[in-house]
């Protein structure tokens, strides 16, 4: 699916990379997964992916097109600024009270939760575009990881409790 609009501007910087890992890492520790590596070959998917997920109105692109053995959580926000990644990391955690330790299997309402703190997931690669879209200054961040998560039959191996 082409993009109804152009790609907003790649506003990507090493400070936001290492804040957005920071955060997504000091939750991982607390369900016990190893932390993930920035890798840069995945920085560069990252970045083609949140440029064209912006070619869309808010959400509406989805995960469309999206390499096989890579997992991936997309966050869109509207506000004044490019917004910071643990804005993104911190509404992807908050799954997860949707999440069901105990029957440990998928749930649409918590897969940006369990994709972030899977286990097995150990390289991660990060990317933020950012730009006044036609109704709101957007910004979107985009964290693709490898290996991919919500595996099923997997859950409870990967996806521990605090």
Request: with cysteine.
């Amino acid at each position: 699916m082409t993009g109804t609009r152009p790609a907003l501007p790649d506003c990507t910087t090493p400070e936001f990379q290492a804040e957005a890992l920071a955060e997504a890492n000091a939750y991982r520790a607390k369900h016990h997964a190893p932390p993930l590596v920035m890798d840069p070959e995945l920085n560069a998917y990252a970045q083609e992916r949140a440029s064209s997920r912006s070619e869309q109105e808010m959400l509406n692109a989805g995960h469309t097109g999206l390499r096989a053995q890579t997992g991936e959580n997309i966050f869109w926000g509207g506000g004044s600024e490019a917004l910071p990644g643990s804005d993104a990391v911190k509404s992807w955690y908050d799954e997860i009270t949707a999440y069901d330790f105990a029957a440990a299997k998928f749930s649409s309402g918590a897969g940006h939760f369990t994709q972030l703190v899977w286990k097995a997931s150990t390289k991660v690669g990060i990317a933020r575009v950012a730009g006044q879209g036609s109704k709101y200054f957007e910004t979107y961040i985009v964290f693709v990881f490898e290996a991919r998560g919500n595996m099923a039959g997997a859950f409870a191996d990967n996806v521990l409790p605090a």
